[in-house]
């Protein structure tokens, strides 16, 4: 049943509040959505800009966003029981402002970087033959808060949809209508990975491999492949999670198919571990919230990875990947 809340038209087949979408708190800080199965009466996300006096200020990775909420809003910090960790939780009674994706582009502050941000969602929309109301524009663009040097950004939402888009990407770089990122494009998007104990030859391996992130029309994008709530793999409240420490494994890729998600998820077999306690042995699957880890393995490729080690409540052994700046999840010798 569709609905309401605070002005602002929710359906049940896309949610408003989902990754990709911002929403504002107070005047002054504007939250990134994180994932797409939340709390009740809640969304998790994290400061992303900070409006200081005339100006706006970006916190540029996961951890500065993490200190400014500690430093400046601890009361949205709160220990979930069903995700085993700290998350950053916003009330909904505390929102006073949503920025969605798909209504967004309607109205965008028109210039050169719009005006390819929706030549992208035009020849995607086209080609893969889905509707355009499941393909939307987020990041800078999405708040007018984009300079003519800004990267676009853009979601897509529903599994169906977003494989007709992952083909379509196939196609555009085949005919050479997006490219791999490469010199100082790359450098721009390493750039606040840094938080992750990666080297940048490493992630440019990965990059240049990758559909959703690439170059069109001379700028950086960045493309989100988000399933509906109903079709995520770990709906919230459905299991919860403990950690039990960190590891460092490596292992096979049995099933890369969820892997090009934003959360994404990797089926694999552990071949050995390389640090950590010995039932690491037993981790079927590694997970991410974080879009810089999609497309990051094939199937069949052996990888090596480093985070937190959960067990379910059902007794599933899994990694979790993103948080820490200790973690990193790559191929091995790609």
């Known amino acids: 049943m569709d609905a309401y809340w605070n002005g602002l038209y929710l359906s049940t087949k896309r949610p408003t509040l989902i990754e990709g979408s911002y929403v504002e708190v107070g005047d002054d800080v504007i939250y990134a959505v994180k994932g797409v199965s939340h709390p009740p ?13 005339g100006s706006v200020v970006k916190l540029k990775s ?29 009330p909904l009674e505390e929102i006073t402002r949503v920025y969605d994706p798909i209504e967004g582009k309607s109205h965008l502050r028109i210039d050169a970087v719009a005006n390819a941000a929706l030549r992208m969602v035009d020849l995607l929309v086209e080609n893969s033959g889905i509707e355009s109301n499941f393909v939307g524009i987020t990041g800078s663009v999405l708040l007018g808060l984009h300079n003519e040097s800004s990267d676009i950004d853009i979601v897509v939402y529903g599994i169906n949809n977003c494989l007709k888009v992952y083909e379509t990407l196939r196609l555009m770089r085949e005919s050479n209508m997006t490219g791999y990122l490469s010199g100082d494009a790359l ?5 606040p990975r840094s938080d992750t104990l990666m080297e940048p030859i490493v992630w440019a391996k990965h990059e240049r491999r990758k559909l959703t992130n690439g170059i069109f029309m001379g700028r950086p994008y960045t493309l ?3 399933p509906f709530p109903e079709e ?3 709906k ?7 950690e039990i420490g960190r590891t460092i494994i490596r292992f096979q890729v049995n099933n890369a ?25 037993k981790v079927s699957s590694i997970v991410s919230y ?5 497309e990051q393995l094939r199937d069949g490729e052996v990888g090596i990875a480093s985070g937190r080690l959960e067990i379910s409540s059902d007794g599933e052994l899994r990694l979790f990947v993103g948080n820490n700046p200790k973690d990193f999840l790559m191929v091995d010798s790609p």
């Open 41 to 53: 009466k809640g969304v998790i996300a994290v400061p992303n800009y900070i409006r200081v006096g």
């Open 62 to 90: 996961f951890n500065s966003s993490m200190d400014f909420i500690r430093r400046h809003s601890r009361k949205f910090l709160k220990y979930d029981e069903c995700l085993g960790q700290e998350v950053p939780y916003i």
């Open 187 to 191: 450098e721009k998007v390493l750039r």
């Open 224 to 226: 989100k492949l988000i």
């Open 232 to 234: 995520f793999w770990d």
């Open 236 to 242: 919230y409240g459905e299991r919860r999670f403990k």
């Open 257 to 281: 198919s969820k892997g090009i998600f934003t959360p994404c998820r990797y089926e694999v077999k552990v071949t050995s571990v390389i640090e950590g306690p010995d039932i690491s042995t």
């Open 290 to 294: 974080r879009s810089r880890f999609a």
